[in-house]
Each structure stands twice: as structure tokens, then as C-alpha cells.
């Protein structure tokens, strides 16, 4: 069974730090380039950052670059997302995501987990 299971979320008070953690299983984790996405309430679900397989390529979106620091460690089949000087607008519901491929993936992801909620307070 392909699955993702997110872990890590809580709340936090602007300019602390989270790390969120992402755990798959019935595929071959380095086969694929992994992301997190959020999506915030009313708002449309946003790519936050991405990373091929074997880390040399990583993506962020303009509005987390220089705070969050994405990893992944492919014997633990696990995928990291270190999140620094949190503000509020990054209070959302993120997403770990897979898609098959080796290189770095900007889209059309396919394989989703639950997601785990981040609350930032001013």
C-alpha cells in the first residue's frame, strides 16, 4: 500500500521553528522526487518546495526561500521540511507529496499524504 504519513505540526509562536516529517512506504522512495505543498484556509493549495531524488536539486517558493530547508533521507525513506522564523502566514495544512521521477518536480504530484496542520500566532 503506497502511503505517506506526515508528522510534526503544532503550533508555534512567530519566529519559532518546526520540523515537519514525512514517512512513505510501498514504493522505492528514491525513485521519486518528493514536495510539500499547504494550503491555507480559502486559499488554493500552494507548492512550497520540492527535491529530487538524490538531493542535489531543491525547490522553494519565494515566500519560504532562506526560512525552510527541505531533506530527505532515502534510507529512512523520509522526507524533511525544517521551517525557521515561522510567521503567521504560514499557518496552513502541509502536504508531503511524491511523484515518480528522479528529477525535480515542480507539479502533478500523485501521491499524497494526510497532511498535519501548522499554527503560527503572532
Known amino acids: 500500500q503506497v502511503q505517506l504519513v506526515e508528522s510534526g505540526g503544532g503550533s508555534v509562536q512567530a519566529g519559532g521553528s518546526l520540523r515537519l516529517s514525512c514517512v512513505s512506504s510501498g514504493f522505492t522512495f528514491s525513485n521519486y522526487a518528493m514536495g510539500w505543498y499547504r494550503q491555507a484556509p480559502g486559499k488554493e493549495r500552494e507548492f512550497v518546495s520540492g527535491i529530487n531524488w538524490n538531493s542535489g536539486k531543491t525547490y522553494y517558493a519565494e515566500s519560504v526561500k532562506e526560512r525552510f530547508t527541505i531533506s530527505r533521507d532515502n534510507a529512512k525513506n523520509s522526507v524533511y521540511l525544517q521551517m525557521n522564523s515561522l510567521k503567521p502566514e504560514d499557518t496552513a495544512v502541509y502536504y508531503c507529496?511524491?511523484?515518480?521521477?528522479?528529477?525535480?518536480?515542480?507539479?502533478?504530484?500523485?501521491?499524497w499524504g494526510q497532511g498535519t496542520q501548522v499554527t503560527v500566532s503572532s
Open positions: 507529496a511524491a511523484r515518480y521521477g528522479m528529477g525535480l518536480m515542480y507539479s502533478d504530484y500523485d501521491v
